[in-house]
């Protein structure tokens, strides 16, 4: 479920949601698995909670990474971190052929990217919609 999967400001990668401390969160790396504590200076996203913009609006990450999965069968993107910001965009038109060119820049593009892999290589690849609880 991405909406345990967090980024944290200053810190490369992602994290996994695994405990609420006194003032803090403690995640897990989803790379090399090291715990470590997001204190309330860090600003810290889930990544349910980010959306790309397209020439209608926004769309949540989770349906562009569900999108990516199905363009690339589950694998890794075939554009590296390291190709140009005009390999990654033809890239990712592929996969949003509607996202908006003005407001998405090559670092977000670049972002996704690197994202994606790490969600596919780490096995979090359940891109499905997080289901909304029925306390209501």
């Given at each position: 479920m991405i909406d345990k999967i967090l980024s944290i400001s200053g810190k490369s990668g992602l994290f996994r949601l695994v405990a609420r401390g006194n003032n803090m969160l403690i995640c897990e790396n989803l790379a090399d698995k090291r715990?470590?504590?997001?204190?309330?200076?860090?600003?810290?996203l889930s990544l349910a909670d980010i959306a790309m913009y397209?020439?209608?609006?926004?769309?949540s990450l989770n349906t562009v990474f569900g999108k990516a999965k199905d363009l690339t069968?589950?694998?890794?993107a075939p554009v590296a971190l390291s190709d140009s910001a005009e390999a990654q965009?033809?890239?990712?038109?592929q996969v949003m052929p509607e996202y908006d060119e003005d407001r998405v820049r090559a670092c977000d593009i670049k972002k996704f990217i690197q994202w994606y892999n790490i969600l596919i290589e780490t096995g979090n690849?359940?891109?499905s919609e997080p289901e909304e609880s029925a306390a209501e």
């Amino acid at each position: 479920m991405i909406d345990k999967i967090l980024s944290i400001s200053g810190k490369s990668g992602l994290f996994r949601l695994v405990a609420r401390g006194n003032n803090m969160l403690i995640c897990e790396n989803l790379a090399d698995k090291r715990r470590v504590p997001a204190l309330q200076r860090d600003k810290v996203l889930s990544l349910a909670d980010i959306a790309m913009y397209t020439v209608d609006g926004e769309v949540s990450l989770n349906t562009v990474f569900g999108k990516a999965k199905d363009l690339t069968g589950g694998k890794i993107a075939p554009v590296a971190l390291s190709d140009s910001a005009e390999a990654q965009r033809a890239w990712f038109a592929q996969v949003m052929p509607e996202y908006d060119e003005d407001r998405v820049r090559a670092c977000d593009i670049k972002k996704f990217i690197q994202w994606y892999n790490i969600l596919i290589e780490t096995g979090n690849d359940d891109f499905s919609e997080p289901e909304e609880s029925a306390a209501e």
